[in-house]
């Protein structure tokens, strides 16, 4: 077999045991943002066996998506995902009520107004993070949706658009849309350049101000605010959650995904999860035969865990074989099998 065995981790540092037992934790304490292509149902279900208790977000959907597309394609999920939120693309206050009461009618934990994103084609559909420039729009949304459904709603949102470094700007458009009655902002410490910026561009390239996430937590006591961007280390969502309420993290906890597996001791002082890599490898096989038979090809959900081996010996080849295209009609038991035996040298030197 690889050498894929699970070390074992380190004990929480004291700082991480103090944020657990001097104060509940709330419900956006971690979380994983949402990500376009990446955090589907079968993203979800994958990070779900790494944690019980961080929160779990949809990619964006739009609201002309739910309100003329297939919206159960769009909004089922496994009842298994809880706590899950559902982050909406949308600038009309009407049609971001209606969507979001679908979302409440679908099981949702939440709705997330989406005021981030910086592609062309949603500033395009006039929303994302074009959005901070309306501030009064975007609080007749979240007012239309509040008054539509029991269930919280949300604002992901940057520190600012352009080139404009101003923290008047953010504090302000968080006042505006608090008075509407949103009570969690989700504050993604950089600005969004909505000209001349790839959106991979937007996530590295604008500085980062996390900075301005404290100050805005002392300027609104009472909201719960949630940070976003940059983050990467146990450490750093320590030293994060000493000022604020939450910590998201996006990339980071796709690509490295065992990082997730210490989270319910460490910032929710939860029991250990039970399980190691091989553990959830074998959990992922039994869900992906499931797919299967209901005619989802397997493929569709093994890139989501391809990160799970990340840092062990044997983990490129181990990526490999489940990447493979002329594997796609094998079960994936079969793959797995594969994927977890030690090469035969002449596999090694065909490599070299």
Partial sequence: MLAL????????????????????????????????????RHCRHFHRLLSRHTRLYTEMVTTGALLHGDVPRHLDFGPEEHPVALQLGG????????????????????????????????????????????????????????DAVGIPVTVKHRIGIDRTESYGFVRDFIGTVAAAGCEVFIVHARNAWLKGLSPKENRELPPLRHEWVYRLKRDFPALTIVLNGGVKTHDEIATHLAQVDGVMLGREAYHHPWLMADWDVRFFGDAPLERDRA????????????????????????????????????????????????????????????ARRRPTVDEVAAAA
Avoid at 8 to 32: A, F, I, K, M, Y
Avoid at 98 to 127: H, M, T
Avoid at 307 to 319: D, E, F, I, N, P
Avoid at 321 to 329: C, M, Y
């Fill in 5 to 40: 065995s699970l070390a074992p981790h380190p004990s929480g540092s004291s700082v991480e045991r103090d944020l657990t037992s001097d104060r509940q934790w709330n419900p956006w304490r971690l979380s994983v943002a949402p990500m376009m292509d990446w955090t589907d």
């Fill in 91 to 146: 600038s009309e206050p009407e049609d971001l009520a209606a969507c979001a009461k679908l979302g409440e009618r679908w099981g949702y934990d939440e709705i997330n107004l989406n005021c981030g994103c910086p592609s062309e084609r949603v500033q395009r559909g006039a929303f994302g993070a074009c959005l901070m420039a309306e501030p009064d729009l975007v609080a007749d949304g979240v007012k239309a949706m509040r």
């Fill in 279 to 338: 553990d959830i490898e074998a959990a992922m096989v039994r869900y992906m035969e499931l797919q299967r038979l209901q005619g989802e090809p397997w493929s569709r959900v093994s890139r989501h865990m391809l990160g799970l081996w990340s840092g062990m010996s044997g983990a490129r080849r181990w990526r490999q074989v489940w990447s493979d295209h002329r594997l796609k009609n094998e079960p994936p038991e079969v793959v797995s099998a594969l």
